[in-house]
């Protein structure tokens, strides 16, 4: 098992290095760029924009650039913003807390909802309040996150005249109160559509349960319902519920991206889309690494749980 | 369904009994899948509303009009944006948009991802490897991170659009297919057609092929209201159709928002539009996957 995660570890930089050397690429190979951008601003000079594009590097050959920009990224320094020249380490540190807060909570919330809704469906099978929670899981897996999220930001202030928006964003090592407050808005948005997915795995999988013979057994030696349902039909299917959340988690992650833009939140979405709008490449590169690695290590940390949580694995191990 | 595909180049006259097929085949799936059918309907009122939308519209959709933020009435169905555009007809032809883009992105990646999987399943070994690897490096992203990126990369409209979109859609599909495609090559009849000799691109194309055309379609029909969703939140967050063009993401980001309190239409019809049109096509696919597939059949009827 340690050799495993051993190898899986050591796989994680290479696919980040080969995925690097292609977004660098395509991002290289780009029409217009920065320094046009940030002179196009001041009034066109093509003296200018030639100028400006020697001092930021970017009249260098391809893979000059790509060798400078990776021996700093090993260091975890990803240079420079293109549009303003700040550093980039700093900026991605404090985008990093609120995209993960977001994220842990919108899996929490998926998991809580999605099995509540699953073990509900499936109790119960074909039956009015089955369906009602199927069609349910459809509707939030139809509602595009940004609409739903739109609504929830609108529709309090239409018939309250309250809204989930603030003006300032507060950290959550701040204030944690009144960061989950604003927080829990977006979360409850994105969770929508994948609570409705760990309903569906959970469903079926505890109805898969409910006619295999250990249930039978269970039900013969005079267990109650109660402790059939929860004990042996819903903790085997919670594992294939966890790789469902695990699976979930790249599209959490990329919800968060408009989930932040939506709800003002100071995240590595936020910087991602500032960074594409400015055909910042610098910016784009590092924050879609970041979120690579994220992805990877989550995965990693889905399968090894997956292969603990499973007795058959474990003992294999 | 797949063993009479499989016996097709045996059978020699057919041409009558499989357009009855095709009819017994409809009303059966009208009676065992009846939210299925609702959701063909709507998907064809829809395409109907955008394949005419230059018959149905009122107003053009990108040109300003003097009505104001108007409320929905006689002038104007769906009532109008700040710049006095008129959402009817916006709507119309962002379903155009919509469509189009999740269609083409849709059927890029199928088909390139069903190559893909045929060529790696098939010779396996270090082919498979190669190929499985490529389409990992795209899988480490989230969907919109890298479309994001690669929008970045290729610039803004429609054309960029599609690629980006159907880049994220590629490798999950030959991932999936790829499975099949083991399956398939283990059978006899795989066997069999290499000991008479067809050369590969025969034996991957005339006898696998007809074998995971189920699957292509299940994957197809799941990838699409993705793929849409996927436009829409690109052109929300303003990297997606260029500024001004009708497409329901764009026009629900912005305006929509800051006017709800007085506008709500210019939000409410095209979300509308889009969730109906998403919802159309999950209720669509899972009946195909009911209909079609048939491993996962048993676990939906107990």
């Given at each position: 098992m340690s050799n495993y995660v051993l190898r899986r570890l050591v796989l994680i930089p290479a696919t980040l290095l080969v995925a690097s050397l292609v977004l660098f690429w395509l991002l290289f190979s780009q029409p217009g760029n920065a320094a046009i951008l940030r002179v196009g601003s001041l009034g066109s000079c093509d003296e200018c924009v030639k100028n400006l594009e020697q001092r930021l590097g970017l009249d260098d050959p391809f893979l000059v650039q790509y060798a400078h920009w990776l021996g700093h990224a090993v260091q975890g320094d990803f240079g420079q913003s293109l549009q303003n020249g700040q550093d980039i380490r700093p900026r991605i540190r404090r985008a990093l807390l609120p995209t993960v807060e977001l994220a842990i909570l919108t899996t929490l919330l998926s998991a809580v909802i999605g099995s509540a809704v699953g073990i509900i469906s499936a109790v119960r099978p074909n039956s009015v309040v089955d369906y009602f929670l199927r069609f349910v899981s459809i509707l939030g897996l139809s509602i595009p996150q940004f609409w739903l999220a739109t609504l929830i930001v609108v529709l309090p202030q239409v018939?309250?005249?309250?809204?989930?928006?603030?003006?300032d964003y507060v950290d959550v090592t701040d204030n944690p109160m009144e960061n989950l407050r604003l927080m829990i808005w977006p979360a409850l948005a994105l969770a929508a559509g994948s609570s409705a997915y760990v309903a569906r795995i959970v469903r079926s999988s505890m109805l898969e349960a409910l006619s295999s013979d250990y249930v039978r057994t269970a039900r013969a030696k005079g267990l109650r319902e109660r402790i059939v349902v929860l004990r042996h039909v819903f903790r085997p299917s919670l594992i294939t519920a966890f790789t469902v959340i695990g699976l979930q988690f790249g599209f959490i992650l990329g919800g968060s991206v408009i989930m932040e833009s939506i709800f003002g939140i100071p995240g590595l979405g936020q910087l991602l889309l500032s960074g594409v709008i400015f055909q910042d490449y610098p910016v784009v590169l590092a924050v879609t690494m970041v979120f690579g690695a994220g992805f990877l290590l989550i995965s990693l940390f889905v399968d090894v749980m997956y292969a603990y949580l499973d007795p058959r694995l474990r003992r294999q191990a | 369904m797949s063993s009479d595909s499989a016996l097709g180049e045996l059978v020699i006259a057919e041409a009558r009994p499989r357009t009855w097929r095709g009819v017994s085949w409809l009303l059966r799936f009208i009676r065992t899948q009846p939210l299925g059918a609702a959701a063909v309907v709507v998907i064809v009122v829809i395409g109907l509303g955008a394949i005419f939308a230059p018959l149905l519209r009122?107003?053009?959709?990108?040109e300003f009009g003097?009505?104001?933020?108007?409320?929905?009435?006689?002038?104007?169905w769906f009532g109008t944006t700040r710049?006095?555009?008129d959402v009817y007809s916006r709507v119309l032809y962002g379903g155009r948009v919509s469509l189009l883009i999740g269609i083409e992105a849709v059927a890029i990646s199928i088909l390139g991802g069903t190559v893909l999987a045929l060529i790696a399943g098939y010779f396996k070994g270090v082919v498979d490897g190669i190929v499985m690897r490529i389409a990992d490096l795209v899988l480490i992203f989230p969907g919109i991170v890298l479309a994001l990126a690669i929008s970045t990369a290729f610039g803004r409209g429609l054309g960029s659009l599609t690629v980006a979109v159907a880049i994220i859609f590629t490798p999950a599909a030959a991932r999936v297919i790829r499975g099949a495609v083991l399956q398939e090559s283990a059978m006899a009849y795989v066997a069999a057609a290499q000991v008479i000799g067809a050369s590969p691109p025969r034996i991957m194309f005339r006898h696998i092929l007809p074998n995971i055309l189920p699957l292509m379609i299940v994957m197809a029909s799941a990838a699409l209201p993705a793929a849409i969703l996927t436009e829409a939140g690109l052109s929300f967050l303003g990297?997606?159709?260029?500024?001004?063009?009708?497409s329901w993401g764009a026009d629900l980001s912005g305006d929509s928002r800051q006017y709800f309190v007085q506008a709500w239409w210019i939000a409410v019809f095209p979300g509308a539009a889009l969730s109906l049109t998403v919802l159309a096509f999950n209720l669509l696919g899972d009946s195909l996957r009911d209909v079609l597939d048939p491993r996962l059949r048993g676990s939906k009827l107990r």
């Open positions: 018939w309250w005249g309250w809204t989930p928006l603030r003006r | 009122t107003t053009d959709p990108v003097r009505d104001v933020l108007a409320a929905p009435g006689g002038d104007h710049q006095g555009r990297v997606g159709v260029a500024v001004g063009e009708p």
